[in-house]
């Protein structure tokens, strides 16, 4: 048999049984549309996680507060001794930290005019703007000195601004908002970020934002002075867990000191706390691939349930083949009575199980391009890619090819009298 007959005879058949072939591709649409997702939220979660940690390099290591009591090397337990503001800047003489950045959040009511907005208030030394990245789109950012004064300053992140000020948003620098009912200056606005920036606010349990695009800054002293209800008197620590918790971030002299810096760190805050589980230190690179890996198990889990749609599509695939393969014993005892080879039979079958798949693939492939708006109604992330694309309708193909061929081989292996015999 020439293709054009084979194909002729594949779109005859399934143009004969319309229904029953959209009801054995819908597994097939499903599995493969669920397929094109599950890569298309993963890389938009990976493409998020890369975006949150690209403002700190490869030098910079965090450390933060874990919660709750903590256990000693001797076994005695503690939730009371924490770093002091000084002790954590004392880390810069060590050999190989090269500055160390402060910093202390909670949650409060942001105010301008009849504008008002619960927020997260970060407050920062000099060196975590540094070590941070920190780019500003307007007016200037402040200094330890401002903090020393106790000067009620502040910066607002990219998307607040827009949010209080509105349009004129670019002339916000100068102008009042309300802190905790009290006035404090903006001196400038934080350039757009986009995601958390791989950055810990602290330890503080509220529901505000931590994007810094949706945060306040303001010296580190003014925050525990007039936000946190702190102190920074020599000696004296933060209250351990909660608001007010103070995080740091830490920039190693280079690179190639980064594993070392680390050590120090650790043997650092365990000769204060004495206690090796009272804080968490990890350097950027660290916590970047763990939070890809992650996202690469989710993928790859969803992935797998998608796979396992497909299977049973097939599964469903193989069963309408079979009784179609029942149904037409006579036709494949004619075909083969007038010359038709067993090959010719095989991929006769085996064409309309490829083509119920591939079809289901490439609805499944249509959906893909409706299915983010909806997403985005559901604020979930979602990017288009071509290898979520391609893997999907191969997922599908294969299905097809694999489920297909037993019905196509059992056809094909039919002797010409029993097939014409058959009632």
């Not at 090269?98 to 009511?109: E, H, N, Q």
């Not at 990017?383 to 090819?401: E, M």
């Amino acid at each position: 048999m020439r293709l054009t007959e084979l194909l002729r005879s594949v779109f005859y058949s399934v143009g004969a049984n319309k229904f029953r072939v959209l009801l054995t591709s819908l597994g097939i649409i499903i599995g493969s549309f669920t397929i094109i997702m599950v890569v298309g939220i993963g890389k938009a979660g990976e493409d998020s996680v890369s975006e949150q940690y690209k403002r700190l390099s490869v030098e910079t290591i965090t450390i933060s507060r874990a919660g709750g009591m903590q256990m000693f090397r001797g076994g005695a337990t503690s939730s009371q001794s924490t770093l002091s503001k000084q002790q954590a800047l004392d880390m810069e003489t060590l050999e190989h930290i090269k500055s160390v950045g402060i910093s202390v959040s909670t949650s409060t009511t942001v105010a301008y005019g009849q504008t008002s907005k619960t927020v997260t208030v970060l407050g920062v030394n000099e060196a975590y703007q540094e070590i941070t990245h920190a780019d500003l789109a307007l007016g200037d950012y402040f200094t330890d000195d401002d903090g020393a004064a106790r000067r009620k300053v502040c910066i607002l992140g990219y998307n607040l601004a827009a949010e209080m000020f509105g349009d004129d948003w670019e002339s916000c620098v100068g102008e009042t908002v309300k802190l905790k009912g009290l006035s404090f200056t903006v001196e400038g606005v934080l350039a757009r970020v986009g995601g958390s920036a791989g950055l810990s606010s602290g330890s503080g349990r509220s529901e505000a934002s931590t994007s810094p695009d949706d945060m306040v800054y303001v010296p580190y002293d003014v925050a525990v002075k007039y936000t946190t209800g702190g102190s920074t008197a020599a000696g004296a620590r933060m209250a351990p867990g909660g608001a007010g918790s103070a995080s740091y971030v830490v920039l190693a002299t280079d690179i190639d000191s980064v594993n070392l810096a680390v050590e120090e760190i650790k043997d650092y805050i365990y000769g204060i706390v004495q206690s090796d589980s009272m804080y968490t230190v990890a350097d950027a690179g660290s916590t970047l691939s763990s939070a890809l890996q992650t996202a690469n198990t989710m993928s790859t889990l969803l992935i797998a349930v998608a796979a396992i749609v497909l299977v049973v599509s097939g599964i469903g695939i193989m069963n309408v083949l079979m009784v179609s393969v029942n149904e037409r014993v006579r036709e494949i005892g004619i075909l083969k009575s007038i010359g038709a080879s067993r090959a010719a039979i095989l991929m006769e079958f085996l064409l309309e199980a490829i083509f119920i798949s591939v079809m289901g693939g490439f609805l499944g492939m249509g959906l893909s391009f409706v299915a983010p708006k909806l997403l985005e109604f559901f604020s979930i992330s979602y990017a288009a890619s071509a290898y979520g694309l391609i893997l999907g309708f191969c997922f599908s193909a294969v299905t097809g090819i694999f489920f297909g061929f037993y019905p196509a081989w059992k056809a094909s292996r039919l002797k010409p009298i029993e097939a014409l015999n058959a009632e």
